[in-house]
């Protein structure tokens, strides 16, 4: 499946056991070209749980695209009007939206230094990360968030001028992230549109990264750059990321699509 062009690899494991190796991860990933694998596994009060690995074979708490294509399988094999998905990050929620679209109710952001994790208390608004000459840096100061896993978000004035294969993973694995960090790189548009392409943290550049156009968006409007509710345009697609005030959550909305099945 893929949302937006983020690309996953998704087994039902209800019925058939599956806990593959790190090796195993990445010769799937390899293989169909994921970003991502994901297992359907039951859980004891919630439609399903998404267990979810990077494609260097790292389990990781959250997946914010995978959790819209995963709701896109449960609503439609449940007609429900809307599914419960636990992952090891938090409870999210997933609806139908107009024109064919998923929605997935992300939660609150976590705006903690340690809830990040870093390494060392810092002013998440903009971190103490430098990449290049230290007189004049590429990159600096990135504004930081969890949405269940690290983001760290550079506001850039013109996004494909950066080599991000080449700066993406000296960010990812920076001594101030602990547990590595996803990587944003954003070029806000207007207040109601940002162009963002990430580094994704134990996978590299994706299409798309749902929790990093949700970091995106909480980072751009805590600094008052745009609104609460914005288009993220990223190369496979666009999300709509709508930060509600009435209850701090955070409500993706974006494209999902099957593209095949098949037997491993
Ligand atoms: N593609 C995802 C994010 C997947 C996990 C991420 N690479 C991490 O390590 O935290 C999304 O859509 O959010």
């Given at each position: ?12 494991a209800r019925s058939t056991p599956f806990a593959p190796t ?161 990587v944003g790189f954003a070029q806000v548009i207007d207040k ?47 999300l709509i990321i709508d930060w509600r005030e009435s209850d ?17």
């Amino acid at each position: 499946m893929n949302g937006a062009g983020n690309a996953f690899a998704v087994f039902d494991a209800r019925s058939t056991p599956f806990a593959p190796t790190a090796d195993q991860v990445r010769q799937i990933a390899a293989d169909l070209q994921a970003d991502q694998v994901i297992a359907l596994e039951r859980d004891a009060t919630k439609d399903v749980f998404m267990r979810i690995w990077n494609s260097d074979g790292g389990e990781v708490a959250a997946c914010g695209n995978g959790a819209r294509a995963v709701a896109h399988l449960i609503l439609e094999e449940t007609g429900k009007p809307m599914v419960t998905i636990q992952t090891e990050a938090d409870m999210l929620k997933g609806f139908k939206a107009d024109g064919g679209l998923v929605t997935v109710d992300m939660g609150s952001p976590l705006m903690g230094w340690e809830d990040i994790p870093l390494a060392e208390k810092m002013d998440v608004r903009g971190v103490d990360v430098k990449v290049g000459p230290m007189d004049n840096p590429t990159l600096s100061r990135p504004a930081v968030v969890s949405m269940g896993n690290p983001h760290a978000v550079f506001f850039v004035k013109d996004v494909d001028a950066y080599d991000i294969p080449a700066l993406g993973p000296l960010v990812e694995w920076h001594p101030l992230f602990p547990e590595g960090t996803n990587v944003g790189f954003a070029q806000v548009i207007d207040k109601e549109t940002i162009r963002l392409r990430v580094w994704e943290r134990g996978a590299g550049l994706t299409k798309a990264c749902g929790t990093g156009a949700c970091a995106a968006l909480v980072c751009a409007a805590r600094a008052k750059l745009t609104g609460r509710k914005a288009r993220l345009v990223l190369d496979g697609g666009t999300l709509i990321i709508d930060w509600r005030e009435s209850d701090d959550h955070v409500y993706m909305t974006g494209p999902v699509e099957m593209e095949f099945e098949t037997v491993i």
